[in-house]
Protein backbone atom coordinates (compact mmCIF):
# COMPACT_ATOMS: atom_id res chain seq x y z
CA UNK A 1 0.00 0.00 0.00
CA UNK A 2 1.25 3.29 -0.92
CA UNK A 3 2.10 6.06 2.02
CA UNK A 4 0.14 8.74 2.30
CA UNK A 5 0.28 12.08 4.34
CA UNK A 6 -2.07 14.55 4.63
CA UNK A 7 -0.84 18.11 5.12
CA UNK A 8 -3.85 20.56 6.15
CA UNK A 9 -7.50 19.52 7.22
CA UNK A 10 -9.47 18.39 4.64
CA UNK A 11 -12.39 20.94 4.77
CA UNK A 12 -9.84 23.44 3.80
CA UNK A 13 -10.59 24.97 0.16
CA UNK A 14 -7.38 23.65 -0.95
CA UNK A 15 -6.24 19.82 -0.12
CA UNK A 16 -2.74 19.10 0.30
CA UNK A 17 -1.39 15.70 0.17
CA UNK A 18 1.19 13.63 -0.64
CA UNK A 19 2.03 10.05 -1.83
CA UNK A 20 4.92 8.05 -1.68
CA UNK A 21 5.81 6.36 -4.81
CA UNK A 22 7.06 2.40 -4.71
CA UNK A 23 10.10 4.46 -6.39
CA UNK A 24 10.56 5.95 -3.40
CA UNK A 25 9.72 9.32 -4.78
CA UNK A 26 6.83 11.58 -3.96
CA UNK A 27 3.38 12.01 -5.89
CA UNK A 28 1.84 15.53 -4.43
CA UNK A 29 -1.55 15.70 -4.97
CA UNK A 30 -3.30 19.40 -4.84
CA UNK A 31 -7.70 18.92 -4.36
CA UNK A 32 -9.53 22.18 -4.91
CA UNK A 33 -12.25 21.49 -2.42
CA UNK A 34 -15.39 24.39 -2.77
CA UNK A 35 -17.51 22.33 -4.56
CA UNK A 36 -20.15 25.06 -4.31
CA UNK A 37 -18.45 27.50 -6.64
CA UNK A 38 -17.63 24.48 -8.67
CA UNK A 39 -13.90 24.98 -7.65
CA UNK A 40 -13.58 28.38 -8.77
CA UNK A 41 -10.46 29.61 -8.01
CA UNK A 42 -10.62 32.27 -4.71
CA UNK A 43 -7.94 34.47 -3.21
CA UNK A 44 -8.10 31.74 -0.02
CA UNK A 45 -7.36 29.10 -2.51
CA UNK A 46 -4.37 30.98 -4.16
CA UNK A 47 -2.68 31.39 -0.87
CA UNK A 48 -2.70 27.88 0.10
CA UNK A 49 -1.77 26.36 -3.27
CA UNK A 50 1.02 28.91 -4.40
CA UNK A 51 3.96 28.45 -1.63
CA UNK A 52 2.78 24.74 -1.50
CA UNK A 53 3.73 24.74 -4.79
CA UNK A 54 6.82 26.70 -4.34
CA UNK A 55 7.92 24.18 -1.62
CA UNK A 56 6.80 21.04 -3.93
CA UNK A 57 9.12 22.38 -6.59
CA UNK A 58 12.14 22.68 -4.54
CA UNK A 59 11.80 19.20 -3.52
CA UNK A 60 13.63 16.41 -5.34
CA UNK A 61 12.11 13.88 -4.37
CA UNK A 62 8.76 15.25 -5.90
CA UNK A 63 8.37 13.96 -9.22
CA UNK A 64 5.11 15.23 -9.99
CA UNK A 65 1.75 17.59 -8.29
CA UNK A 66 -1.37 16.21 -9.33
CA UNK A 67 -4.04 19.02 -9.85
CA UNK A 68 -7.62 17.88 -9.40
CA UNK A 69 -11.25 19.62 -8.18
CA UNK A 70 -13.22 17.82 -5.59
CA UNK A 71 -17.05 17.01 -6.38
CA UNK A 72 -17.92 15.50 -10.19
CA UNK A 73 -19.09 19.00 -11.73
CA UNK A 74 -16.00 20.44 -12.30
CA UNK A 75 -12.61 20.77 -12.23
CA UNK A 76 -12.43 24.59 -11.75
CA UNK A 77 -14.84 26.91 -13.11
CA UNK A 78 -12.37 29.53 -13.39
CA UNK A 79 -11.66 32.53 -10.88
CA UNK A 80 -14.43 33.01 -8.34
CA UNK A 81 -15.85 36.08 -9.65
CA UNK A 82 -18.25 36.15 -7.09
CA UNK A 83 -15.68 36.42 -3.97
CA UNK A 84 -14.20 39.00 -6.23
CA UNK A 85 -17.02 41.46 -6.46
CA UNK A 86 -17.62 41.11 -2.64
CA UNK A 87 -14.00 41.55 -1.68
CA UNK A 88 -14.11 44.57 -4.18
CA UNK A 89 -17.57 45.89 -2.57
CA UNK A 90 -16.25 45.24 0.69
CA UNK A 91 -12.82 46.88 0.16
CA UNK A 92 -14.44 50.18 -1.58
CA UNK A 93 -17.28 50.30 1.19
CA UNK A 94 -14.15 50.01 3.72
CA UNK A 95 -11.83 52.72 1.59
CA UNK A 96 -9.21 49.83 1.49
CA UNK A 97 -7.33 48.65 -1.54
CA UNK A 98 -5.82 45.17 -1.54
CA UNK A 99 -3.95 43.17 -4.38
CA UNK A 100 -2.70 39.82 -4.87
CA UNK A 101 1.20 39.94 -5.88
CA UNK A 102 2.32 36.90 -6.96
CA UNK A 103 5.99 36.40 -8.75
CA UNK A 104 5.77 35.83 -12.37
CA UNK A 105 7.08 32.97 -14.00
CA UNK A 106 8.20 34.81 -16.80
CA UNK A 107 9.96 37.91 -15.22
CA UNK A 108 11.87 36.49 -12.72
CA UNK A 109 12.44 38.99 -9.44
CA UNK A 110 9.48 40.74 -10.77
CA UNK A 111 6.14 40.58 -8.97
CA UNK A 112 2.84 40.03 -10.95
CA UNK A 113 -0.28 42.36 -10.02
CA UNK A 114 -2.10 39.13 -11.52
CA UNK A 115 -3.75 36.52 -8.87
CA UNK A 116 -3.92 33.79 -12.08
CA UNK A 117 -2.40 31.08 -10.90
CA UNK A 118 -0.83 30.12 -13.99
CA UNK A 119 1.87 32.19 -12.88
CA UNK A 120 2.72 29.69 -10.43
CA UNK A 121 1.85 26.80 -12.29
CA UNK A 122 3.46 27.20 -15.50
CA UNK A 123 6.78 28.34 -13.25
CA UNK A 124 6.50 24.83 -11.35
CA UNK A 125 9.26 22.36 -12.57
CA UNK A 126 7.86 19.54 -12.38
CA UNK A 127 5.41 17.46 -14.05
CA UNK A 128 1.56 18.86 -13.79
CA UNK A 129 -1.44 16.48 -14.35
CA UNK A 130 -4.84 18.04 -14.18
CA UNK A 131 -7.56 15.82 -13.47
CA UNK A 132 -11.47 16.83 -13.09
Known amino acids: MTAQRQLNAPTDVVVLEERATPSGHTLAIATLNFEKTLNSLSLPMIEILAPQLARWNAREDVVAVLLR ?58 PRLLWS
Open 69 to 126: GAGERAFCAGGDIQALYHGMTRNHAAKLIQRAVLPSASRPGKESMSANPPHTVTGCTR
